[in-house]
């Protein structure tokens, strides 16, 4: 099992950049697959990007594509979702996920954070 803490959320303005990060506790953490998701008020949650075990392939939302990047350090057990030309409707509830199985199958996410707060003001 892996315990994930976000940190790094906050409030920017559109067109500003923010960083997130994630640290997982416990020694396998390059056996999981990581993802970063997040939630508006009054919507689903929504999978914005994965990343693979070795950090070669990654995985974006469309709405995020070229602006956001995820990267991961296995030495540090963390995983980063660095966040460009940020936007109004990017504001929400992000959350760092693990999956025992792909990168790129939501549904295969099964331990999750707390979740850190994104906010973007226009």
């Known amino acids: 099992q892996v315990q994930l803490v976000e940190s790094g959320g906050g409030l920017v303005q559109a067109g500003g950049s923010l960083s997130v990060s994630c640290a997982a506790s416990g020694r396998t953490f390059s056996s999981y697959a990581m993802g970063w998701f997040r939630q508006a008020p009054g919507k689903e949650r929504e999978f914005v990007a994965g990343?693979?075990?070795?950090?070669?392939?990654?995985y974006y939302v469309d709405s995020v594509k070229g602006r956001f990047t995820i990267s991961r350090d296995n030495a540090k057990n963390t995983v980063y979702l660095q966040m460009n030309s940020l936007k109004p409707e990017d504001t929400a509830v992000y959350y760092c996920?693990?999956?025992?199985?792909?990168?790129?199958?939501?549904?295969?996410?099964?331990?999750w954070g707390q979740g850190t707060q994104v906010t973007v003001s226009s």
């Open positions: 996920a693990a999956s025992n199985g792909v990168y790129g199958r939501p549904r295969e996410y099964n331990y």
């Open positions: 990343i693979s075990r070795s950090g070669i392939s990654t």
